[in-house]
């Protein structure tokens, strides 16, 4: 079944990092990008970056670079998201979407996951 | 504040026929693809629309998408009690070194 699991929901405090993984199955990982993107609760969708799992290339939204790092590991078809210097308003669901297409207005999302919870609360 | 603009609502009755728009720029919508997205209450979102008016195999002919200069719109007919949903429209960006962008979402309601 072609599907990417994400780990469980975490709790953190104010400063701290966050580390959330995307096991992806039924397809080839190093085949297709691997994106990032977070959802406040009641919010809109937010893109992260996105992460070249064959090479792992990188390329961050503006807004996160210097606090977000995608990384993969191959032997497991993981992909992870780690966020630092946590604050309150990095509180939101953060999903992990595989990207089709060959460039940029030719990108789309079409297998995401279910999401995982990041609150950050003292 | 999202770089791309949607009605945060719309609605309709079952059978109507409803239209979400989704305005953005020269940077965006003007020079590139636009993608909708269906996100159910409680679940991840879908891919529903790509490369403006393209449907992926299982998305029902109810639905199609337009563009026209830096706007777009998704259309559904035949609304139907299970499309009450939150969507959005999404595109790439060509400002900032590149970067995909989303409209704040419209969430419709079938009445």
């Known amino acids: 079944q072609v599907q990417l699991v994400q780990s469980g929901a975490e709790v953190k405090k104010p400063g701290a990092s966050v580390k959330v993984s995307c096991k992806a199955s039924?397809?080839?990982?190093?085949?297709?990008?691997i994106n990032w993107v977070r959802q406040a609760t009641g919010q809109g969708l937010e893109w992260m970056g996105w992460?070249?799992?064959?090479?792992?290339?990188?390329g961050y939204a503006q807004k996160f670079q210097g606090r977000v790092t995608m990384t993969r590991n191959t032997s497991i078809s993981t992909a992870y998201m780690e966020l630092s210097s946590l604050r309150s308003e990095d509180t939101a669901v953060y999903y992990c979407?595989?990207?089709?297409?060959?460039?940029?207005?030719?990108?789309?999302?079409?297998?995401w996951g279910r999401g995982t919870l990041v609150t950050v609360s003292s | 504040q999202s770089v791309l603009t949607q009605p945060p609502s719309a609605s309709g009755t079952p059978g109507q026929r409803v239209t979400i728009s989704c305005s953005g720029s020269?940077?965006?919508?003007?020079?590139?693809?636009v993608y909708w997205y269906q996100q159910l209450p409680g679940t991840a979102p879908k891919l529903l629309i790509y490369?403006?008016?393209q449907r992926p195999s299982g998305v029902p002919d109810r639905f199609s998408g337009s563009k026209s200069g830096t706007s777009a719109s998704l259309a559904i007919s035949g609304l139907r009690s299970e499309d009450e949903a939150d969507y959005y429209c999404?595109?790439?960006?060509?400002?900032?070194?590149?970067?995909?962008?989303f409209g704040g979402g419209t969430k419709l309601t079938v009445l």
């Open positions: 979407a595989r990207r089709r297409g060959s460039s940029g207005s030719y990108w789309y999302f079409d297998l």
């Open positions: 992460m070249n799992p064959n090479s792992g290339n990188t």
């Open positions: 039924g397809y080839t990982f190093t085949s297709y990008d």
């Open positions: 020269s940077s965006n919508i003007g020079s590139n693809y």
């Open positions: 490369r403006n008016d």
């Open positions: 999404a595109a790439w960006d060509d400002s900032l070194s590149g970067q995909e962008v």
